[in-house]
Nanobody, 124 residues
Framework: QVQLLESGGGLVQPGGSLRLSCEASGRTFSRYAMGWFRQGPGKEREFVAAISWNGAATNYAESVKGRFTISRDNTKNTVYLQMNNLKPEDTAVYSC?????????????????WGQGMQVTVSS
């Protein structure tokens, strides 16, 4: 069974940065894409970023392009989300997801495995 262990969330001021991490276990990490999603207060879950199985391709939501960077280290079975220039509207519960595909898909239907989620709050 795939397990996803997330870390790095917390409280940050507007304009600040955070790096989220997600360590996967239970299957061959390097064969599958990984993604990050978020759910803000009173909102539906939305796609944030995804990375292909080998890291060669990435996909971002328009709202985070140029500010967030997804990366992976297949030697550590870990995917990262570097978040810079954070805004109050980035406040949400962020979840890591493991895909059934090799490609950086944005639809949650490609992600059968999910982490528990962690709070990111951007506030002064």
């Amino acid at each position: 069974q795939v397990q996803l262990l997330e870390s790095g969330g917390g409280l940050v001021q507007p304009g600040g940065s955070l790096r989220l991490s997600c360590e996967a276990s239970g299957r061959t990490f390097s064969r599958y894409a990984m993604g990050w999603f978020r759910q803000g207060p009173g909102k539906e879950r939305e796609f944030v970023a995804a990375i292909s199985w080998n890291g060669a391709a990435t996909n971002y939501a328009e709202s985070v392009k140029g500010r967030f960077t997804i990366s992976r280290d297949n030697t550590k079975n870990t995917v990262y989300l570097q978040m810079n220039n954070l805004k109050p509207e980035d406040t949400a519960v962020y979840s890591c997801a493991a895909s059934s595909s090799r490609w950086a898909e944005s639809s949650s239907s490609f992600y059968p495995y999910w982490g528990q989620g962690m709070q990111v709050t951007v506030s002064s």
